[in-house]
């Protein structure tokens, strides 16, 4: 049983995950006290249903990665669902997902199917380390890694998807990672999508730019996903760091001026 825990301006957003339904409690963080009002109680049980009806899959089990909280009191979940069957390993395959909750903490039945959307066409993609950002227009930015294909190596996947759950063809996503950063990288192209271990952290700037740090590496994106080519060298810089340590990055907006802080 993992708690995992969250601090937000104003309230403390507390996950504990057991088996395939995650909790969540919603504080006051100056008071210390729960918020009875959210929930029952301070208290809502979120059940994410199956994506698929195949009845070898008996064993599953909800992580979550990253909330957010829009403009109107909205929660966002996303994070990943590991799937088992009966005498396989105990984890077959990861997939992940994107939630919406009511601020009341209910899921929110106009978004996707019944308040969830699953980012991943079919199974067979291991949905890693999902993050997301919301952008001042209402749209959420998620990024995941990809494994268990190119030969096992891992890749990096971006979506975004309207305040209905749909997803917003307008941007570029995976596209934006163009071939002249994988020469710049000195990387080689895995059918055109980019090469990564895991995804620190996603950022939507002010402008709607958004900055993502993977690997000790900051990429920023216009608006419409296509990357910005006036950001580092052609839309990357990497960061002084030790990329494979295993501290997680953390970056946030400094000051409101677009200036990116990277603890």
Not at 169 to 198: C, H, K, M
């Amino acid at each position: 049983m993992d708690i995992n825990c969250w601090i937000r301006t104003s309230f403390i957003i507390l996950f504990l995950t057991t088996l395939s339904i995650p909790v969540a409690g919603h504080a006051d963080i100056y008071a210390g006290q729960i918020d009875t009002n959210f929930g029952t109680g301070g208290i809502v049980d979120v059940h994410i249903p199956l994506n698929h009806n195949d009845e070898r899959h008996d064993r599953e089990d909800v992580r979550v990665f990253d909330v957010k909280q829009d403009v109107n009191g909205n929660f966002f979940i996303t994070g990943i669902v590991a799937h088992g069957n009966r005498g396989g390993p105990l984890w077959s395959w990861n997939t992940a997902y994107l939630a919406k909750l009511t601020p009341m903490g209910g899921l929110d039945a106009t978004f996707g199917n019944g308040g969830v959307v699953y980012l991943q066409e079919h199974d067979a993609n291991q949905g890693e380390h999902p993050r997301m950002a919301i952008q001042s227009n209402g749209k959420i930015i998620v990024a995941y890694g990809v494994s268990g294909e190119n030969n096992g190596l891992g890749f990096m996947r971006l979506a975004r998807y309207n305040s209905n759950g749909q997803r917003d063809e307008t941007f570029l996503g995976e596209e934006a990672l163009s071939d002249s950063i994988w020469q710049s990288l000195e990387d080689s192209p895995r059918n055109g999508q980019l090469v990564i271990s895991r995804i620190d952290d996603i950022l939507a700037l002010n402008d709607d730019k958004v900055a993502i740090l993977t690997d000790g590496r900051i990429f920023q994106l216009n608006e419409n996903g296509s990357l910005d080519n006036a950001f580092g060298e052609g839309g990357y810089a990497f960061l002084n760091m030790d990329a494979s340590s295993d501290g997680r990055i953390i970056p946030f907006e400094a000051n409101g001026v677009g200036k990116i802080l990277v603890l």
